[in-house]
């Protein structure tokens, strides 16, 4: 059931093009919504020997940076935003579990691609909360997590597979659909830009290490710690603007990864105040905003609470009073 497009590499499904680690995938127009929609499910579900993995699940985040090296924005959607040499910062948050693992029928043992999911598209797949994060200068791009927008976050993974674009040898990405922000220009309804009328952009974000050799990696396993960059020929990642009517990309901007790291949450210190303890956490952890939860119960089902109010800042700390009735309480911060 792969089809093999103009350019080479192969793609799943038609609705789909997988970048070498960040997925391209053109939107449907708004004509054949439901049509394209319908078998992009069934494509899925038979090219995928799709298995949801259900249970707690940790957040694991990984910072990058890079350097922009190419741009393609004739029409000016970025207005500017990213120039040749800029330097580019950015997260990403996934999980170790709650995710649907996908593998292509022609290759199982040598591909996977691991599915998050914030909202429920598909029947049985966990919902999570992943994320993703580029920052060119103070303009910050963050997944799309809008009630109608497109809700996909992917790391496809392979590993010595002959089938995989751009060529044969391993390959670990990350693909997400990202909020349109205020500060790109949406040229949609344009007289110039769009003389049909309509145009559907689809802002993705990719980064994508490729390895010719199959030496980086030894399985499709989930990598739960950053991986060697200097183990990949290829270490790139791009911003760009997709066309659902089957057009080229409206706009891209390319950059080089330099490099990636795990985040480390920030350490909690607390201490008890009469009645009250007192909670903090340094203010420097990477940009990164953390939110306080407690809960008074580590088995399960365990239900984490966001603390209030919100922390005040104390010589370079994060500073929350919480009052506290209970025999125990445990806090947490997340992302």
Known sequence: MKTKTADGPFKPCPEMTDRAAGAHVAPPSARRVKSKFLSLILCLLALASATPSVKAHNSITFNFTGVITWVDDALGWFQNTYEVGAIVTGSYTFFDT????AVAFSDPD?????QY???????????????????????????????????FFWIPIWNDSAQSFPGAGDGYGVTSAIGFPDFWRDFTGDPVADPDGFLYPLPIANLRLYDPTSNALNSVALPLMPLNLAAFSERSGAIFISDGNGEPDYATARFRITSLTLLTPPALAIALVGPNAVVQWPTNSAGLSFTLQ????????TVWTTVSPVPDVVSGQHSVTNPVSETQKFYRLIL
């Open 98 to 101: 709650n995710y649907l693992k």
């Open 110 to 114: 040598h591909t996977a691609t691991y």
């Open 117 to 151: 999911y914030f909202k429920p598209n598909f029947p049985g797949v966990p919902l999570t909360k992943p994320d993703f994060r580029l920052k060119a200068g103070d303009r910050e791009i963050r997944k799309d997590t809008s009630l109608f927008g497109w809700d």
């Open 294 to 301: 407690s809960t008074t119960n580590l088995l399960s089902p």
